[in-house]
């Protein structure tokens, strides 16, 4: 287990679509160690269909990671 930092880049698993989005922690929070709970934003590479509630896992070579949920769309 390893923390991640400020433009992290791994796979968004939505539904049945594999998407690479990169990640911005919020102010002041420098990484995100296993078992944080964080807000973050992230800006997927790829424009794909997806709602608030929506969740989803966060993917590195094959494993999942880290998990989610949508809470706000920023277009």
Known sequence: HTPFFNNYRPQ???RTTDVTGVISLPEGVE???????VDM???????IAIENGL???????GRTV???VV????E
């Open 55 to 61: 969740r989803f896992a966060i993917r590195e070579g």
């Open 31 to 37: 990484m995100c160690m296993p078992g944080d709970n």
């Open 41 to 47: 934003d992230v800006e997927l590479i790829t424009p």
């Open 71 to 74: 809470i706000a769309i920023n």
């Open 12 to 14: 968004f698993y939505f």
């Open 66 to 68: 880290g998990s989610g």
